[in-house]
């Protein structure tokens, strides 16, 4: 447990549907001027450097940003547009050598009334976290256990939230103990927005997080998915997806272009892509 290190994959084809369809579900969400609470359960390090001897290990990262860069001053979707922008701000030289994670994404699209919680517990993930962010009144970095996080954070004060588990599905266990615990924090916050992404991976575990969520009674849970196919040879991970549970409807049609804009300029349309209910209403 705990020797993943998101920073050998940082910025590859999974990375880039993650934080664009990410960044449309919280834009989606800010339709109302209340304060939201979000908790980035699995926040790993917030940038990566991919000059690092990780990166360059696979240079996965050629499957993702390496092969969309070009593409930035196009006429894109929002939600593409969006994620090029950050990505620019925090690479002020140029290029995309400091690519933002989950939680750099985050705190960057974070309003004043907001309040965002970032976990990990990986030592040096966490240490790199609170070397690139400030905590504050609003931000907290917590060395802490996500499963333990859910249960202790949830529901919050606000009463509107954004949960977001991306593990590093290390276990095959982990699969069921993530429909398991959003399950349980479901209970206490029926009307938060969970967002949890998978892989697709040849064992096809996804399928256990799909069968638990089914049986757990959750209503409203949106499939937002890419399988690359071949596209990719090199990596064992042919695509991957998010579940959202309770999508915010106004996030509804930015998924859907940047799903098919993601689809066309990484796989050029080769790739399989999904966007439908898993659960509906
Ligand atoms: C896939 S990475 C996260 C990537 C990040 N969300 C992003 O998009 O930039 C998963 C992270 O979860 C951390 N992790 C694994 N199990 C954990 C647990 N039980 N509690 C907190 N963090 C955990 C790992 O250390 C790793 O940094």
Known sequence: MLSYQHSYHAGNHADVLKHIILGDVLAGMFNKEKPLFMLDAFASRGIYALDSEQALKNREFDSGIGKLWELRNYGNPQGVARWFKLIATENPEGGFNRFPGSTALLHNMARELDRLTACDL??????????????????????????EALKALLPPKEKRGLIFLDPSYEIKEEYRAIAKAVTQAHRRFATGVYVIWYPLLPAERHLDLFRELKASGIRKILRVELDCGDCFPEMQMSGSGMLIVNPPWHAEQAMKDSLNWVCDHLTDGKGKKYFGWLVPE
């Open 122 to 147: 990986h030592p040096q993930e966490f240490d790199k976290l609170r070397e690139s962010f400030q905590a504050n009144r609003r931000f907290s970095l917590l060395k802490r256990d996500a499963f």
